[in-house]
Every structure is written in C-alpha cells, then in structure tokens.
C-alpha cells in the first residue's frame, strides 16, 4: 500500500488563527480524503480532495472554514481557518485503492490544539 | 444513511484470551466491511476486512464473521497479545457518488492485560 505522511504531526494553535496541514503519498492516487477525530471520539469525513476541482464536503463541513487544495495526484491540503477551541482535533488524510470497494489506508494525522 | 453501532466500548482481557468485537450496520446495500486498529498517537490501521459475498475470513489470530441477514460484522482475536491493546474501529460502506464511502463505529478500546 502506499506511504501517507502528514505535515506538522501535531501543532498547538492560538484562536482565530489557520493551520495548513499537508499530506503527501508516495504514489499517484486517485482518491484522497480528510477526516476528522475529535478526542476519543470515532473518525467523521469532511470531505473528498478532487484532483483539478472542487473538493466535496460532506453535510456539516463547509469549503469557507475548511478549505482543500489538491493540485496533483500525490499532495493535498486541508486549512482549518478561523481556529475554535472545538477545532482541537486529530485530522487525518486517506487514499482510496481503484478496486471496487475502494480500500482506504491513513496517514498517521496532525493532532491540533487549539487554545 | 447509513448507521454503525459497535459494542463494547472497552475490552480487558488477559493475555491469551479471546477478544470479540461487534458492530452492526442500518443499509442493507452496504458491501463491504473493514476493520481498523489504532494505537496509541498513531493512524488507523486496515488490518481486516470482509465483503458481503463472504461470510467469514481469517488472518492469522485475527478473523471476521458477517451476518448479512441481522446486519452485524464480529471482529475475533484469537490468543490476545499485549501488542493487540489499542482502539479498534468497524466500518459499513456502500458505493455512493462514485466511490465507497467509510462509516465507522464509535470505536473499541482493547486493553490485553499480561
């Protein structure tokens, strides 16, 4: 499978402030995805990163607050702009196998604190 | 949309036992079933899954059974190691807008006592 690192691996942030957070594969793929852990909590998908459009976010996540970029097939970038408190968070990003049920692998995500 | 409930939230055990985790999914178009371990500071980790032609599969200590008529998917780790202590997710997916989105259950904490 694919090697998925993240950049920072864990950032302590101020209020109102943005963080980027990269993730790059070792290989092309189509799919990559960012997800959401809040602490102990469950993963949650904000969104699909497309190559060359939109990104699409799921219902509860908007492209204002949580902008994505994704200018090639083996880098993609997640801002969390406006940071809260309730931002603090484990982010993740995933790549998606082409077979067809789409396997997904993590990267080892940014653990971000907000204060 | 789809819906995972996984049970229970935490696990101790001592080592050698058996560990089973179970969860159970809302769709019935959902096809297919992984799980993932994630250790402590760490990614989630596909280490099994299942497809919803199959009913059971089985890697080494670890083995998955799904019931497609009850909606439920078991996750069984046989001779518990201290190693295998970490949280343990199952997810349900289906294909929809042109891949197969992940939901995933609230998550297992296993703890394998020495």
């Known amino acids: 499978s694919a090697v998925i690192s993240q950049k920072p691996s864990r950032d302590i942030c101020q209020r109102g402030t943005s963080l980027t957070i990269q993730c790059q594969v070792d290989s092309q793929v189509t799919m990559m995805f960012w997800y959401r852990q809040q602490p102990g909590q469950s993963l949650t998908l904000i969104a699909t990163a497309n190559q060359g459009s939109e990104a699409t976010y799921e219902s509860g996540f908007v492209i204002d607050k949580f902008p994505i970029s994704r200018p090639n097939l083996t880098f993609s970038t997640l801002t969390v702009s406006n940071m809260s408190p309730e931002d603090s968070s484990i982010y993740l990003c995933?790549?998606?196998?082409?077979?067809?049920?789409?396997?997904?692998?993590f990267g080892p995500g940014t653990r971000l604190t907000v204060l | 949309g789809e819906n995972v409930e996984q049970h229970p939230s935490t696990l101790s055990v001592q080592e050698g036992d058996s560990a089973v985790i179970k969860c159970t999914y809302s769709d019935s178009a959902s096809n297919y079933f992984p799980w993932y371990k994630q250790e402590l500071g760490k990614g989630p980790q596909l280490i099994i899954d299942?497809?919803?032609?199959?009913g059971e599969k089985k890697d080494q200590r670890i083995a998955v059974t799904l019931n497609k008529t009850a909606k439920h998917f078991s996750l069984h780790i046989t001779e518990t190691q201290p190693e295998d202590s970490a949280v343990y997710f199952c997810a349900a997916s289906r294909r929809s807008g042109g891949y197969n989105k992940l939901i995933f259950g609230a998550g297992t904490r296993l703890a394998v006592h020495p």
């Open positions: 995933s790549v998606g196998r082409l077979t067809p049920y789409n396997e997904q692998f």
């Open positions: 299942i497809r919803s032609n199959v």
